[in-house]
């Protein structure tokens, strides 16, 4: 199994939140590059040993002990409902942290923490189709790439987490 390549965050060592403003770290899933506010990322590890738990939504696809500490994996692609692929080297769980839970995120594979200001960040595209984008917190240009910029609160909580007091 090859070595995971992690992308630095030193220049957030210092905890200053000037510093990650604007800052997301993308990864790729199915077709599409999404990001995710640097400021929610505590740390990216590889695939581990996932423990089922039952009665839980599909997405959530068990837990990981990182370090002593239980936490809930949420697998991204099925929370998407996109179709499901094999974990392997390149598969990471990304941990975030919204208030005081911890939550890993599975994605294919981690891309970069990429600068995208403000003024390069436009509103998700309004559709009528249903949920999928209530999680879009906006588009991010890079050049002539889109990214998908999820909203980490709206992907954690909602009537589906409910039942799981993360």
Same mark, same amino acid.
């Not at 992308?7 to 957030?12: H, W």
């Given at each position: 199994?090859?070595e995971?390549?992690?992308p630095?965050f030193?220049e957030?060592?210092?905890g200053n939140?000037d !510093?990650?403003?604007?800052k +997301?770290?993308t990864?790729?899933m199915?077709?599409?590059? +999404?990001g995710?506010?640097?400021?929610f990322?505590?740390e990216?590890i ?7 738990v039952?009665?839980m939504?599909?997405f959530?696809?068990?837990v990981i002990?990182l370090?002593?500490?239980v936490? $809930?994996v949420?697998?991204v692609?099925a929370?998407?409902?996109? $179709?499901p692929?094999? +974990?392997?080297e390149r598969t990471?769980i ?5 208030? !005081?839970?911890s ?6 594979k981690?891309?970069?923490v990429?600068?995208?200001p403000?003024?390069?960040?436009? $509103? $998700?595209p309004?559709?009528n189709?249903?949920n ?11 050049g ?7 909203n980490?609160?709206k992907?954690l ?5 409910e039942?799981?007091?993360l």
């Amino acid at each position: 199994m090859a070595e995971v390549t992690k992308p630095s965050f030193s220049e957030l060592e210092s905890g200053n939140e000037d !510093t990650q403003e604007g800052k +997301y770290l993308t990864f790729h899933m199915g077709d599409e590059d +999404y990001g995710i506010e640097i400021r929610f990322v505590t740390e990216i590890i590889g695939i581990q040993r996932i423990t089922e738990v039952p009665d839980m939504p599909c997405f959530i696809k068990g837990v990981i002990n990182l370090r002593g500490k239980v936490i $809930p994996v949420m697998d991204v692609r099925a929370r998407f409902n996109l $179709p499901p692929r094999d +974990y392997d080297e390149r598969t990471c769980i990304i941990v975030v942290q919204l208030n !005081t839970t911890s939550v890993g995120l599975v994605v294919d594979k981690v891309n970069e923490v990429a600068d995208i200001p403000p003024q390069n960040i436009e $509103p $998700p595209p309004r559709t009528n189709a249903g949920n999928s984008t209530e999680y879009i917190e906006g588009m991010g240009k890079m050049g002539d790439r889109v990214k998908i910029l999820l909203n980490v609160g709206k992907l954690l909580y909602d009537s589906d987490l409910e039942q799981i007091e993360l």
